[in-house]
């Protein structure tokens, strides 16, 4: 397509040029030496000054810097590297170090916890020795009362029955045969009175 | 004057007239554009070269990626022996796509087509290259002419063939860019008058043309200074490494 075009327009311009020749004289303006010598002196005089500024002054600048550049960057990474290197060193020693004294804390954690256990063991023992020691104590009164209980009771009773009689009777009764009564009373239903 | 698409390569002084004896130097247009060039060359790579930052900015990314451009189309195509060379092919370079970039503006001055210029170029590349093949190489240099593996009864015709070759060196390279920007300027600017003279009708096809054109001229533009600065190379390669 663009062929086709760029043909075309060539053909076109050739029908051009044949008007505009007719009209002006000349040709094509490169063909005219009027000019040629100032335009290779001019030529020579730019593209020389261009070319020394450019290969004296410039140029090495940015070969300076592409070369500057490209040292410090790899000296950036092989610093990068060695701290890379480094933290991970670090991380290593700092895992290391975590792990033991977490073996540490549970060490003394056990410890401790074998000693409290100990403790209170000990404790235990001691306490329940005084306590059965309390218990026994309180047992033995407990059973001095009980024995001595009906004997008390039964004095109480023959007391108080033969006041009793003597006020209704008016007339003191013997007391021996008040305590027979009582006692045949207690053999009958001191179960009843007394537990057990 | 406007209706002729060649006007547009007119030479005409600009000030006074200036003779050295019999020569006549003065400032002209083309002059004009030739110091516009190589100016603007030194101001976009002197600003480029200026700070050091390990993160360029756009001038010195600019600066550093035409160095790179220039360097790697040397070191592909002559090798590293090329490397004193580097500054003559990177300023050729860069004169050339200035010039030829600049003659894309509207109402500005193609330098690069002018077929005087770009064949004292042209020549000058040859002379050097030449001389250069010479000092490397002596008289072995003629060794050019001779390729190996050639069976005797074709060596004279190929010898004849290939000195001819060598000597057309500077008319093919300053001829190829020349007719280059003047055949693009020129059909830009034919396309430039059938607009005018369709007028608001037909004028537009011509002016869609003369868009796409102008992408291909820059296209081009680009494109014919990489060539001319990528046969110096090759030509610069047979005189540093005698391949034949």
Same mark, same amino acid.
């Given at each position: ?49 261009? +070319? ?41 020693? +700092? ?97 009843? +009175?007394?537990?057990? | ?244």
């Amino acid at each position: 397509m663009i062929k086709k075009i760029y043909f075309q327009s060539i053909f076109f311009s050739f029908l051009f040029f044949k008007e505009a020749f007719a009209a002006e004289s000349g040709g094509m303006p490169q063909l005219n030496p009027e000019f040629w010598i100032s335009q290779v002196f001019w030529l020579i005089l730019t593209f020389g000054t261009m +070319y020394i500024v450019l290969s004296k002054f410039i140029l090495p600048k940015i070969s300076n810097n592409l070369e500057s550049r490209k040292s410090q960057i790899l000296e950036n990474i092989e610093a990068a590297e060695k701290q890379r290197e480094d933290s991970e060193a670090k991380l290593k020693e +700092y895992d290391e170090i975590i792990l033991k004294s977490k073996s540490e804390a549970k060490n003394m954690f056990n410890q401790t916890r074998e000693k409290a256990l100990k403790d209170i063991v000990a404790k235990k023992e001691v306490l329940d020795q005084q306590i059965d020691d309390e218990i026994n104590k309180a047992e033995e009164e407990i059973e001095v009362l009980r024995v001595s209980a009906p004997d008390k009771i039964n004095k109480i009773a023959i007391e108080t029955s033969s006041e009793l009689l003597e006020k209704l009777i008016g007339s003191g009764v013997n007391s021996s045969s008040i305590s027979a009564i009582v006692d045949d009373l207690f053999r009958r239903h001191g179960d009843k +009175y007394y537990g057990n | 004057m406007a209706a002729n698409p060649m006007s547009q390569f007119d030479v005409y002084r600009i000030g006074p007239e200036i003779k050295v004896g019999a020569f006549d130097i003065s400032f002209t247009n083309a002059s004009l554009f030739m110091i516009t060039s190589t100016v603007s060359i030194l101001l976009i790579f002197n600003l480029g070269s200026k700070r050091n930052s390990v993160l360029p900015n756009k001038m010195q990314l600019l600066a550093e990626l035409s160095y790179t451009f220039v360097a790697k189309m040397i070191s592909d195509t002559a090798g590293s022996k090329a490397k004193p060379y580097f500054a003559f092919i990177f300023s050729l370079f860069m004169f050339v796509l200035f010039c030829n970039m600049f003659g894309m503006i509207p109402y500005t001055f193609t330098v690069t087509s002018h077929i005087i210029v770009t064949f004292i170029l042209a020549t000058f590349i040859f002379i050097g290259v030449t001389v250069i093949g010479f000092i490397k190489h002596g008289f072995g240099y003629l060794k050019l002419f001779v390729p190996s593996g050639v069976p005797a009864v074709l060596l004279p015709l190929i010898v004849v063939i290939e000195i001819i070759s060598y000597l057309s060196r500077p008319i093919s390279l300053s001829v190829r860019l020349f007719a280059n920007m003047m055949a693009g300027h020129t059909m830009m600017k034919v396309f430039g008058g059938f607009v005018i003279s369709l007028g608001l009708v037909g004028g537009w096809l011509p002016l869609s043309f003369s868009v796409a054109l102008t992408g291909l001229e820059i296209l081009v533009a680009f494109l014919q200074a990489y060539v001319f600065a990528i046969l110096t190379c090759i030509y610069l390669n047979d005189a540093l490494n005698l391949h034949h």
